[in-house]
């Protein structure tokens, strides 16, 4: 007589369950991931981009004075490096800190950014905003008033 042992084992189709519910999760942990990655480097593109803006602005070289200051809109004049004296504005709009001429020029200098604030005070300009994850960001500039002789 032949004895048959009977010891628990899976079944082929659950095997094949458990594989592909195994691989269902991590495939969610792998694009969980990706995406804290993606996120994390768009809010420090933001405050790179706007640590350039404020470097060029202060940047004596670059000779950008101040002008006036309506609502979230600075008016600055500047020079070009050819030595033509230029109209600039730098705007928020739309998620975006934005540079503007009166000759039609237009460069973004911020995305992705909101609640976005423009102050002039004791020669210093200060631009604020939140960026898309609600962190607040900050920073200063020196930027001298246009004087007379300009």
């Not at 048959?4 to 691989?23: C, D, N, Y």
Request: aromatic content about 8%; proline content about 3%; hydrophobic content about 35%.
């Amino acid at each position: 007589m032949v004895s048959v042992r009977s010891r628990p084992a899976f079944t082929i189709v659950e095997t094949l369950w458990g594989l592909t519910i195994g691989v269902l999760v991590l495939f969610t942990v792998a694009l969980t991931l990706q995406q804290l990655r993606y996120n994390a480097s768009n809010e420090y593109q933001s405050i790179h981009q706007l640590d350039n803006t404020v470097m060029h602005l202060g940047n004596p070289e670059e000779k950008f004075r101040f002008e006036s200051q309506q609502d979230n809109e600075v008016r600055m004049i500047g020079q070009t490096h050819k030595g033509v004296v230029q109209h600039y504005r730098l705007v928020a709009k739309r998620n975006s800190l934005i540079m503007t001429t009166t000759k039609g020029g237009y460069m973004p200098l911020v995305e992705n950014i909101s609640d976005t604030s423009m102050m002039y005070a004791n020669g210093c300009l200060t631009i604020s905003f939140k960026t898309r994850h609600h962190r607040q960001v900050s920073r200063t500039t020196f930027l001298p008033e246009v004087s007379l002789e300009s």
